[in-house]
């Protein structure tokens, strides 16, 4: 079978001109040195055209980015909350369901996944330096694909333990949101030291749907278990069923 088509979603400029639909280029790399075929999928297709562009679809990652519309959870907006772009959070909640209904493997980057929480219900902590602050800077200032905090990994039968290959990760982190009422469906399998959500699956075997709050998209240089996350939603998406 030939390469799949990975669909990757893109960032959107805020109150800025000219609009721009745009994507961290290692998202692409990481993509491609896996065996897929990076798609971009920016807001602002018409319906039409985006379900047609979803046919072709075998894989979907959800990439990094600014914040959800507090709305979508049912919160008002927390002073910290920054950079919304509604027509994304349309875009990319709808996707999700998509995925779930076509069981089309999702892997959920960071703003991902918290998406993917979103879309089934989930909320979020919308600011954690001034809801939940603690030791650990989950915005660091350190360069990207350098790690700054450990995560554990749940062992009993999780997908993200067997893909990473191992139960304890040192990851980079670029978020100042976190998931704080899982959605439906969802099961929590790994956390930083202060017990910050930092990966998310659905239950069993039957769909690839995984989720990490961290960027391994920038640590696949240096880092086997970075590498296995893109492997496993590009093989999960070359297998799928169609
Ligand atoms: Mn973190």
Known sequence: MSAPLIGVTTSLTVDK?????????????????AGGIPVLLPPH?????????????DGLVLTG???????????????KTEEVAPARDELEIG?????????VPLFAICRGIQVLN????????????SERPGPIAHAQTEPRHQATHAVKVMGEGTRLGRVLGRLEVEVNSMHHQAIKRLGEGLREVAWAPDGIIEGIEMPGDARFVLGVQWHPEELVGHDQAARNLFTAIVEAARRRPR
């Open 17 to 33: 001109s000219p609009e721009r639909a745009y994507v961290n280029i290692a998202y692409l790399r990481a993509v491609q040195d």
């Open 45 to 57: 297709l018409t319906a039409e055209v985006q379900a047609a562009l979803w046919q072709r679809l």
């Open 65 to 79: 980015g600014g914040d959800i519309e507090p709305a979508r959870f049912g919160e008002a907006r927390h002073p």
């Open 95 to 103: 996707l999700t369901h998509r995925a779930l209904a076509d069981n």
């Open 118 to 129: 979103v879309a089934l219900g989930g909320t979020l902590v919308q600011d954690i330096p």
